[in-house]
């Protein structure tokens, strides 16, 4: 296989972990990575095991030897169902092999099984929680259910107040769907004062079966190929209209009164690129393939949304990190998000602010028939369209060395 080119060799690369893979103690309705259970069939485990995790811990810490910190992210399927001695040796493991370097640890989970032990630990070891919840009990129980299909608003609930309690720091992961869509200041309120000061707000677009999904036994569609049929959302899908009228209540409730004390992942990423600065989340970084996946049994794939066989880059316990996350199959993955992009996204104002989005949303065609326009493309530009005006005041604010936050002072 041909190596990477010098320009990507070398490159920074983040690893997200799922050391238990798709396993959940919750039924989400639309979860994405439930159903890659299938693809996992006939494993004994769906752990990691001590020598993979150890081996990645010292693999990845050695890889970056110029970044000053290391953060490793841990996700799933539910982390916490590796149980809390699980992570005490992670932590034990990164102590051991840090070399010196700072090490970070986020951590993202749908909470319900945060006692006070879980709590302690993760604020002990200043392990940044993210918390999934969609809103309050009606917006939130509409999707995330148990496998008994009932409730988890109050569980979750608790388990930030107990992270309150004991000191640990968190954020909230909101999946934007069909539902809490059409509720945008509900949400962003609920969310505020419940005491969360960093909003990730997260479009969920999932679509049916397609010949090659059906092929692997998944009910949800893989990723759109170049000139992909068009395939129906799911019903639980936010629609593009919903999910840019969403943005633009949010942030005219933001950027009137929360600039500097609520930070919105998206809104931050656009005053980035309002600035010059780009790439801050991957999704509208200009290129992909610097967000890689660990599976539980080793296996590393090219990006969260696409682990799919074909995007299988090798396992851990034969090939070392680096050569995976640095190799021809993964740059060309990384490339192809701005190679394959449609000239009416080539031609657009906004592209250094959206750079078409995820890949994964890319099935949708342009207005002359092109293929592979982002499904929230509308949305989007309706957005940054709306928040122009006030991202260009932002950024000479920036540019002048003054707060952002001094936006709010002009009314």
Request: proline share 6%.
């Given at each position: 296989?041909?190596?990477?080119?010098?320009?990507?060799?070398?490159?920074?690369?983040?690893?997200?972990?799922?050391?238990?893979?798709?396993?959940?103690?919750?039924?989400?309705?639309?979860?994405?990575?439930?159903?890659?259970?299938?693809?996992?069939?006939?494993?004994?485990?769906?752990?990691?095991?001590?020598?993979?995790?150890?081996?990645?811990?010292?693999?990845?810490?050695?890889?970056?030897?110029?970044?000053?910190?290391?953060?490793?992210?841990?996700?799933?399927?539910?982390?916490?169902?590796?149980?809390?001695?699980?992570?005490?040796?992670?932590?034990?493991?990164?102590?051991?092999?840090?070399?010196?370097?700072?090490?970070?640890?986020?951590?993202?989970?749908?909470?319900?099984?945060?006692?006070?032990?879980?709590?302690?630990?993760?604020?002990?070891?200043?392990?940044?929680?993210?918390?999934?919840?969609?809103?309050?009990?009606?917006?939130?129980?509409?999707?995330?259910?148990?496998?008994?299909?009932?409730?988890?608003?109050?569980?979750?609930?608790?388990?930030?107040?107990?992270?309150?309690?004991?000191?640990?720091?968190?954020?909230?992961?909101?999946?934007?769907?069909?539902?809490?869509?059409?509720?945008?200041?509900?949400?962003?309120?609920?969310?505020?004062?419940?005491?969360?000061?960093?909003?990730?707000?997260?479009?969920?677009?999932?679509?049916?079966?397609?010949?090659?999904?059906?092929?692997?036994?998944?009910?949800?569609?893989?990723?759109?190929?170049?000139?992909?049929?068009?395939?129906?959302?799911?019903?639980?899908?936010?629609?593009?209209?919903?999910?840019?009228?969403?943005?633009?209540?949010?942030?005219?409730?933001?950027?009137?009164?929360?600039?500097?004390?609520?930070?919105?992942?998206?809104?931050?990423?656009?005053?980035?690129?309002?600035?010059?600065?780009?790439?801050?989340?991957?999704?509208?970084?200009?290129?992909?393939?610097?967000?890689?996946?660990?599976?539980?049994?080793?296996?590393?794939?090219?990006?969260?949304?696409?682990?799919?066989?074909?995007?299988?880059?090798?396992?851990?316990?034969?090939?070392?990190?680096?050569?995976?996350?640095?190799?021809?199959?993964?740059?060309?993955?990384?490339?192809?998000?701005?190679?394959?992009?449609?000239?009416?996204?080539?031609?657009?104002?906004?592209?250094?602010?959206?750079?078409?989005?995820?890949?994964?949303?890319?099935?949708?065609?342009?207005?002359?028939?092109?293929?592979?326009?982002?499904?929230?493309?509308?949305?989007?530009?309706?957005?940054?369209?709306?928040?122009t005006p006030k991202l260009d005041a932002m950024a000479r604010l920036v540019?002048?060395?003054?707060?952002?936050?001094?936006?709010?002072?002009?009314?």
């Amino acid at each position: 296989m041909r190596n990477a080119s010098s320009s990507f060799r070398g490159r920074p690369f983040h690893v997200m972990v799922k050391p238990i893979g798709p396993a959940c103690n919750l039924d989400c309705r639309y979860c994405f990575y439930l159903e890659k259970a299938r693809l996992f069939a006939g494993e004994h485990s769906p752990r990691i095991s001590d020598a993979a995790l150890e081996s990645f811990v010292q693999q990845y810490i050695a890889a970056l030897p110029d970044a000053p910190e290391i953060n490793f992210a841990w996700q799933g399927g539910e982390p916490t169902l590796m149980g809390l001695d699980f992570f005490r040796k992670v932590v034990a493991l990164q102590k051991q092999h840090s070399g010196g370097k700072k090490i970070t640890n986020a951590f993202q989970t749908n909470a319900t099984l945060l006692d006070d032990e879980w709590c302690a630990f993760l604020a002990a070891n200043q392990f940044l929680t993210g918390v999934s919840l969609d809103g309050p009990r009606e917006l939130h129980d509409a999707y995330r259910l148990d496998k008994q299909g009932r409730s988890t608003f109050e569980t979750v609930i608790a388990a930030v107040e107990r992270l309150k309690r004991h000191g640990a720091p968190f954020n909230t992961l909101t999946v934007v769907n069909r539902i809490n869509s059409k509720q945008p200041l509900k949400v962003y309120r609920f969310l505020k004062e419940l005491g969360s000061t960093f909003h990730q707000y997260i479009p969920i677009v999932e679509r049916v079966a397609n010949p090659a999904a059906q092929a692997l036994g998944l009910p949800l569609a893989t990723p759109p190929s170049a000139g992909a049929e068009d395939i129906a959302v799911t019903e639980w899908s936010v629609r593009p209209g919903d999910y840019g009228k969403f943005l633009i209540a949010i942030f005219d409730a933001w950027v009137r009164q929360d600039v500097g004390k609520i930070f919105v992942q998206l809104f931050d990423a656009a005053l980035a690129a309002w600035v010059g600065q780009s790439g801050t989340v991957c999704v509208y970084a200009e290129e992909c393939g610097n967000a890689i996946i660990l599976e539980h049994n080793g296996e590393v794939y090219a990006c969260d949304h696409f682990v799919y066989p074909q995007y299988l880059l090798g396992n851990l316990k034969d090939t070392p990190l680096t050569e995976l996350a640095w190799s021809a199959a993964q740059e060309r993955f990384g490339r192809n998000k701005q190679a394959l992009l449609p000239t009416y996204c080539r031609k657009c104002g906004f592209l250094f602010a959206c750079n078409g989005e995820c890949p994964k949303h890319r099935f949708a065609k342009t207005p002359d028939g092109e293929p592979g326009l982002n499904y929230l493309c509308p949305g989007l530009k309706k957005f940054f369209q709306y928040a122009t005006p006030k991202l260009d005041a932002m950024a000479r604010l920036v540019q002048a060395r003054r707060p952002a936050a001094d936006i709010m002072q002009k009314g």
